[in-house]
């Protein structure tokens, strides 16, 4: 199993532009999950889906927009990059909805908003 | 709003010698799970301990064990006989709800040798 894997590693966008941030897994998870990590703040949550066709808001959701046509994909889209958006991202998935079990992280996406 | 603290920024050890990372959350649920995890230079986030708010026995596995104090609200991880591979950012985890995962800022620890 590849387990969670996201594409690109790297990316510098231009602000105003707009880009997608992939995620799959090939685990069947059903809860599936975006984080932004910025220094000193650990990691907050975006967006998450408990399933193929449900999204929901996490913490910081503006600015991005999330769906989930299959149990294998989370793709997460910046609409208008802004600077503020310079972070690393990663998508993680678990299980099931419950977030009491553990959750398997992607390798994150280091994204440079300039 | 559930809340994790971890109020070392930055820790540092010596090589073999023992290290604890402490950790504090805020909630008023009763049945709950928390998590340390670590994340090496590599950036890959690892699930290194899950603590089951329900029972009473500490969590252990291998070198890395938890002190968890549920009337303080405390779950601290101890890291026995600490390697140079133990180098990383290590989180603190508790679940903000039923499909939510708070994070702690983190705490560097540095082994030296």
């Known amino acids: 199993n590849a387990g969670v894997t996201q594409t690109p590693k790297f990316q510098v966008l231009k602000t105003g532009q707009s880009m997608t941030l992939q995620c799959a897994q090939d685990?069947?998870?059903?809860?599936m999950s975006w984080y932004r990590q910025d220094p000193g703040m650990g990691l907050r949550l975006i967006h998450y889906?408990?399933?193929?066709?449900?999204?929901d808001q996490g913490e910081v959701p503006n600015g991005y927009n999330v769906s989930r046509s299959t149990t294998e994909d989370f793709p997460l889209r910046l609409l208008s990059a802004a600077p503020s958006q310079t972070s690393v991202y990663f998508c993680?998935?678990?299980?099931?909805?419950?977030?009491?079990?553990?959750?398997?992280f992607g390798p994150g996406t280091r994204l440079t908003v300039l | 709003a559930q809340t994790v603290t971890q109020s070392q920024p930055e820790m540092s050890v010596q090589e073999a010698e023992t290290v604890t990372l402490s950790c504090t959350y805020d909630?008023?649920?009763?049945?709950?799970?928390l998590f340390w995890y670590k994340q090496p230079p590599s950036r890959q986030m690892i699930l290194v301990i899950r603590?089951?708010?329900?029972?009473?026995q500490n969590a252990t596995e291998n070198r890395f064990s938890v002190n968890f104090q549920k009337a303080a609200k405390s779950f601290s991880l101890k890291i026995s006989d600490s390697q140079l591979g133990d180098a990383a950012m290590y989180f603190c985890?508790?679940?903000?709800?039923?499909?939510?995962?708070?994070f702690g800022k983190g705490t560097k620890l540095t082994v030296n040798p």
């Open positions: 993680a998935s678990s299980y099931s909805p419950s977030i009491y079990n553990e959750q398997f």
């Open positions: 985890a508790y679940p903000g709800g039923s499909e939510k995962l708070v």
């Open positions: 685990m069947n998870h059903e809860y």
């Open positions: 603590q089951e708010a329900y029972k009473q």
């Open positions: 889906s408990v399933g193929a066709g449900i999204t």
């Open positions: 909630t008023s649920e009763s049945d709950y799970y």
